[in-house]
């Protein structure tokens, strides 16, 4: 992050070059004191036991963006020298009389961490000869921090100075695992204060206590609203701030946010725009405080979101509700995963790793319609499709000094692919496969030359990829079994957890997917398109999970000693590589042997095994205690009811199959009256684009019950009205997520959207089919870690742009969120306001505003 130092500065460069005294400050790195100015336990002069120094003596340089320091006494020399980065700094201060006058500078350089860099506090403090001197210094420093030019010839007075910046703090004192408050005395209320910002604390005592506290508050009283909590308590503030009669003014409000909670999704977002690493916790609450202070404010999008009825009350039918969203809307998977994994909010982020394996056990799939408005192509939000990485690239991570040899490309750039292919040493066994499904491919190119409709081709490929597994068998000797397999077959014998081999051969697998994109055969050639496509030749009806409808939530337990689940689950610098690893290499057990999915024991079990086994329970907040039940509960043995893929192959001709970008595979086509009419080679139960009576409670048209009447949705029509033919584009079939994110993080360690922007005026969707393995749903959001799911080549799983969408559920039981917070369950739509919003982020390589 850091560039390289800067020369020594020119006489011409410097605005103010003094002699200053040192100051001892009891530690090596300068940095136990003084300590911040002011505030409870941070006395505003130095504390006694730091000391002037005084054999040494510093000459300070400033020039409009470093400090220079270098020491004349007691050993001068080159080495002596120390740069500051202004950019590095959160503030400066100078004591009060009767305190010595001391130049204190709070200095937050990025330290390399286990897990990312992140910022770590260092404090420098130089005695002035006089207290004028001092407070000159301490005033041309902050004036630059403050984004206001001096020169030299500039007469640095305290005038110069605009007021402190006043901040509104609001925190959530139950959120994440409910450290807020203590965060806010050790680390949030010390650096703010550092950087001269004058605030007011408020901890927020009930739901929608924020919403009706920013609907009340006199706005222009502050310079931003900062939330010290998790999504959840900002999405209240949105929307308060969009209830109020003043709307569009108070929307420009800046807000900020201090990530307290268990997702932190925007705080994710926020910490890689401004070029750090991926981080959690402390760590990333420190860089995004240090943003804070930094001050830079960039516009955010926001999306208007109208839902279904809630409730009748008062024997009122209940009317649409239109809310305002900075982060996302989420139905199917992510939403589950988010509602469910409530019960383990004491594990903070681990929650949503256990949260993810114990609704891939079970998965689900839902009936549904999702229709979009991409981005028209002239306009200036159209954002160019994602870039794949470079298969290469994700290859070499991880892996220099481990193979000199030519990788295969059957490692994909997933983890799990990365480090099983670690595992592999015969490598001339693996050239051979490797020549032999060349050979393979190149017999069935041949074939698929001599034309035929999309089914036929489709079914003929996928005798081809029988063939080509039994000559995979006969030269592995081993039963590489795949994974989809695995989720069609009723009662399949593989299970979900495979073996290392097995595992080795289901990434193959999928890159033997890729290979058949790339080559232009498309998502039907695949082994899931080829299954697929298949069954529904024969007419057979595919199982992939347990219907939604006929699956309730299942009741799940934890093992006999959930404390040990819980101290182990608690390194919530969720591993989740490792986590899957484990998941994978551990042995087939007797229930998945004789078919049955995974329960929570086993996910816990293997769990336990990678983190940390001998480590002691640490205390676990009250709401989150998990009583050991007196049998371990199974996930309920699964019925398998079948469930019916109406999806149809992906049509030989739609360009999207071929796509190696956008992952298009559904062949989403346009709603023109032309294209509704099914093409006769695609079963007509694929694609429908005629309105089917929703799920949920809306059937006809209440007038939406919007605070905000005045902004208009102007791309969508009410709820309950068909959307226009032109430029819309609808997919109807089984879903197992659908995603609609526009930030860059789904949670701070989750790169959802890797292309997005705070104000690129675009909503990323993502959606996967019903049909997708566990095993490449997992690897999805194993990927997902690194934002490298892009590259992930699965037909199921499609990335798409779009302005606004709506989703029609037909399953009739399901959960929706937005911003992770739980919306009635129906019909829903949404369209994006582009920079409706501003967010402080921070000034780290944008171009932006200050507050
Ligand atoms: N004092 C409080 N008591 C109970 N609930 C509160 C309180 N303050 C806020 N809430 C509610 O708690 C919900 C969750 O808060 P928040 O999202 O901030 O934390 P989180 O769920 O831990 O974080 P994340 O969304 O990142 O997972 C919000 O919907 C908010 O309305």
Same mark, same amino acid.
Request: glycine share 16%.
């Given at each position: 992050m850091r560039s390289p130092d800067p020369p020594i500065p020119s006489p011409a460069e410097a605005l103010l070059h003094s002699q200053f005294g040192g100051w001892s400050t009891g530690n090596n790195n300068n940095s136990?004191? /003084?300590?911040?100015?002011?505030g409870p336990g941070r006395p505003s002069s130095p504390s006694p036991s730091p000391s002037p120094s005084p054999c040494s003596s510093y000459a300070l340089t400033l020039t409009p963006t470093h400090i220079h320091v270098q020491r004349l006494a007691p050993r001068p020399g080159k080495e002596a020298r120390l740069i500051l980065p202004l950019?590095?700094?959160a503030g400066c201060s100078c004591p009060r009389a009767?305190? /010595?006058p001391l130049l204190v500078l709070y200095w937050y350089p990025p330290g390399r961490r286990r897990k990312g860099v992140s910022r770590r506090r260092q404090v420098r403090a130089y005695l002035a000869e006089t207290r004028a001197e001092a407070e000159r210094w301490c005033t041309a420093v902050q004036c630059l921090l403050r984004g206001l030019p001096i020169s030299a010839d500039t007469e640095i007075s305290r005038s110069l100075l605009p007021r402190p910046r006043r901040l509104l703090l609001l925190v959530n004192p139950f959120s994440g695992r409910g450290q807020a408050m203590q965060w806010c005395q050790t680390y949030i209320l010390p650096m703010i204060r550092e950087a001269n910002i004058s605030y007011n604390l408020i901890q927020t005592e009930r739901q929608n206590h924020a919403k009706e506290l920013i609907k009340e508050i006199s706005l222009s009283d502050w310079d931003g609203i900062i939330i010290v909590s998790g999504d959840g308590l900002l999405h209240e503030v949105i929307n308060g701030l969009m209830e109020r009669p003043d709307w569009d003014s108070a929307i420009k409000v800046p807000v900020g946010i201090l990530p307290c909670g268990s997702g932190n999704a925007l705080a994710g977002s926020i910490n890689h725009h401004a070029g750090y690493d991926m981080c959690l916790r402390e760590p990333l609450l420190l860089n995004c405080c240090f943003q804070l202070c930094r001050g830079g404010v960039k516009p955010m999008d926001l999306v208007s979101v109208t839902t279904s009825p809630g409730p009748s009350q008062n024997g009122y039918p209940g009317l649409p509700r239109r809310l305002f969203s900075f982060l996302s809307v989420a139905w199917g998977f992510v939403s589950d995963v988010d509602i469910e994994s409530e019960r383990y909010r004491g594990l903070g982020s681990a929650r949503f790793t256990l949260g993810t394996l114990v609704r891939l056990a079970s998965l689900r799939s839902y009936k549904g319609r999702l229709s979009y408005l991409p981005p028209s192509a002239n306009s200036p939000d159209a954002s160019p499709p994602p870039q794949r990485r470079p298969l290469s690239r994700s290859i070499t991570e991880g892996l220099e000094g481990f193979c000199r040899t030519p990788i295969h490309r059957t490692c994909s750039d997933m983890g799990l692919s990365e480090q099983r292919s670690l595992r592999r040493v015969d490598t001339e066994r693996e050239r051979e496969r490797e020549m032999e499904r060349q050979r393979e491919r190149e017999r069935r190119r041949e074939r698929v030359r001599g034309g035929g409709t999309g089914v036929v081709r489709a079914s003929s490929l996928a005798e081809d990829r029988e063939r080509e597994m039994e000559v995979e068998d006969e030269t592995s000797g081993t039963s590489s079994e795949s994974n989809e397999r695995d989720d069609s077959?009723?009662?399949?014998?593989?299970?979900m957890i495979a073996s290392k081999e097995e595992g080795a051969g289901m990434a193959e697998e999928d890159m033997e997917e890729e290979e058949m994109g790339r080559n232009g055969e498309g998502g039907s050639s695949s082994m899931d398109g080829v299954m697929e496509a298949k069954e529904v030749e024969e007419g057979y009806a595919l199982n992939v999970g347990r219907e939604a409808s006929e699956d309730s939530h299942g009741s799940c337990s934890y093992p006999d000693h959930p404390q040990e689940a819980r101290s182990s689950l608690?390194?919530?610098?969720?591993p989740s590589s490792q986590i899957a690893n484990a998941f994978f290499s551990q042995p087939m057990s007797q229930e998945s042997e004789s078919g049955a999915s995974y329960g929570t024991e086993e996910t816990l079990s293997f769990l336990l095994q990678t983190q940390n086994p001998g480590s002691e329970p640490e205390h676990v907040p009250p709401q989150t205690r998990l009583a050991p039940s007196p049998s371990p509960l199974q996930l309920p043995t699964p019925k398998l009811p079948s469930l019916s893929l109406s999806l149809s192959p992906t049509p030989p001709s739609s360009p999207s199959c071929a796509s190696p970008h956008s992952s298009c595979y559904l062949a989403p086509r346009p709603n023109t009256p032309s294209s509704a009419s099914p093409s006769p080679s695609i079963p007509s139960s694929s694609f429908t684009f005629d309105l089917a009576e929703p799920a949920g409670h809306l059937r006809t048209t209440p007038h939406v019950t919007s605070p905000i009447n005045s902004l208009r949705d102007d791309l969508l029509p009410p709820l309950d009205q068909p959307l226009p033919n032109r430029d819309w584009v609808t997919i109807e079939g089984d879903f197992v997520l659908v995603l609609a994110i526009y930030q860059s993080h789904l949670g701070a360690d989750l790169h959802a959207a890797p292309q997005a922007r705070f104000d690129d005026g675009l909503i990323h969707l993502t959606f996967v089919r019903a049909g997708i393995s566990r095993a490449t749903l997992l690897r999805l959001f194993l990927a997902m870690e690194r934002g490298a799911h892009l590259s992930l080549s699965s037909p199921y799983v499609s990335h798409v742009p779009a302005r606004a969408f709506r989703l029609q559920p037909l399953s009739p039981r399901g959960t929706l969120t937005v911003d992770g917070e739980l919306v009635p369950y129906g019909p829903l739509q949404a369209q994006v306001h582009p920079s409706m919003s501003r967010l402080i982020v921070g000034d780290s390589g944008v171009k932006l505003t200050r507050f």
């Open positions: 136990s004191c /003084p300590n911040s100015p002011g950019s590095e700094l009767p305190a /010595p077959g009723v009662g399949s014998e593989d299970g608690r390194k919530n610098s969720a």
